[in-house]
């Protein structure tokens, strides 16, 4: 059975920016993003919307 393309990576960063600077660097690369529990709190439920 092949094993399955997906990639997730954890955006366990301080801030906003320093999250959306890194989803912008990933490109396509990545399937999914975990929002970390420090960006959660300093309002990063916005990154999950977008």
């Not at 600077?21 to 977008?50: C, N, T």
């Amino acid at each position: 059975m092949p094993a399955d393309p997906r990639l997730i990576v954890a955006l366990d960063l301080a801030t906003h920016a320093e999250a959306e600077a890194m989803v912008e660097r990933l490109g396509d690369a990545v399937s999914f993003y975990k929002i970390g529990l420090q960006l959660l709190a300093s309002g990063g439920m916005e990154l999950a919307g977008a």
